[in-house]
């Protein structure tokens, strides 16, 4: 009796299957991981991006510009642009040029992601573009609910600086066919 | 002695079931994973909050430079897409009036108006300044895949000139909203009232 009570062997899980499994979507999840970039983490506001489903093509990875539209609060009527490049040493490059032709950007000088109080900024900000890098490649991201006047100030911008290609960040649509 | 003696011929036999006792259990030797399995869990849960699955994907837009010279066209191969401040679609062609088109009729009546005016259709796109910018994403996107049917048509006939399979060239621009497409939806019978029809 008494040794039937010492030996009370505590009982074990096999933990390997769950392991393998852990370790399986661990590997899976490192790498595909993408970071948020740190224009993206300071980011105030949501894209709600219109959906398309023609086009797969992804954003390109190098000499990109993007232009954001957004609602800078929630209640859909402050509408502002956003500026953010891609390569950091340009960026760098844009925003001392636009210092020294407008003090009213110095407050913004730190941020990866510039926001435009007009559509002049964003003319100088794209000219200053123009003359960084002439290849630089835009994309405008703007919410599918912004009034269309923005989206064409900023493409008829583009229009005028020889940016004539240039495409719109959507997202995916899902659930049709073809 | 006797009694090491006693001893030691004790212990053999001991060692021997031992020793047979051993083989016969053979404990298999047990990892302790859990810590593994924390770390590794914590590892997962945090790539898996960071990640961000769904990139987006783009839609690419090619305006035609600003020219200074007025480019001469036929009104009959003009095809006029207007984009309502309700979001609302109205086309038409050359002069005529405009009519209401719904999004899902929009992709077979741009397939079949390129088809009937081979390569020549310019499609122009107006969206009202106050209309939602995803509406006009929405036309594009139907307008683009209108396209992959309209090339599937077109390579089928072969090109006059060449004798080669009829290459798509396709003529598309966006123009600023005027005064008169205002105009042309008023007349069209006012489809402010309809403008919960609208699909997305």
Do not use: C
């Amino acid at each position: 009796m008494a040794k039937v009570k010492v030996k009370r062997a505590g009982f074990v899980i096999d933990m390997t299957p769950l392991v393998d499994i852990t370790f399986l979507l661990l590997t899976f999840f490192m790498f595909t991981a993408k970071f948020k970039s740190e224009a993206e983490s300071e980011q105030t506001f949501i894209i709600e991006r219109p959906t398309a489903s023609a086009d797969t093509a992804k954003l390109p990875e190098a000499q990109l510009a993007v232009i954001k539209v957004a609602f800078a609060d929630t209640t859909q009527r402050d509408t502002s642009y956003y500026l953010e490049m891609l390569n950091a040493n340009e960026w760098a490059e844009v925003k001392n040029n636009m210092l020294s032709k407008d003090q009213a950007f110095a407050d913004r000088m730190d941020k990866a992601q510039m926001p435009l109080n007009s559509s002049e900024e964003l003319a100088t900000a794209i000219g200053e573009i123009r003359r960084v890098n002439p290849d630089t490649e835009f994309a405008i991201d703007a919410d599918q609910d912004v009034d269309f006047a923005w989206v064409f100030e900023a493409m008829d911008l583009l229009r005028r600086n020889l940016f004539t290609e240039f495409s719109f960040v959507t997202d995916k649509r899902t659930g049709q066919s073809e | 002695m006797a009694g090491g003696g006693s001893l030691g011929g004790g212990s053999r036999p001991k060692r021997g079931k031992n020793k047979k006792r051993k083989q016969a259990k053979r404990v298999g030797f047990h990892l302790d994973m859990t810590p593994l399995v924390d770390i590794t869990f914590l590892l997962l849960t945090f790539f898996m909050f960071t990640t961000t699955l769904t990139q987006p994907s783009i839609m690419d837009m090619r305006l035609p430079p600003e020219l200074d010279t007025p480019v001469d066209v036929k009104e009959s191969e003009l095809f006029s897409l207007l984009i309502a401040e309700d979001g609302q679609i109205y086309f038409y062609q050359a002069q005529e009036d405009a009519a209401v088109v719904p999004m899902s009729d929009l992709k077979a009546m741009a397939v079949n108006l390129n088809l009937e005016v081979k390569n020549r259709l310019i499609t122009v796109l107006k969206s009202h300044p106050k209309a939602p910018y995803g509406t006009l994403v929405n036309v594009l996107d139907e307008l683009n895949l209108a396209e992959q049917r309209i090339v599937k048509e077109l390579v089928k006939e072969n090109d006059p000139e060449t004798g080669l399979p009829m290459q798509r060239s396709r003529k598309f621009t966006m123009a600023k909203w005027t005064e008169d497409d205002q105009k042309k939806i008023d007349e069209a019978g006012g489809g402010s009232t309809a403008g919960e029809g609208e699909e997305s």
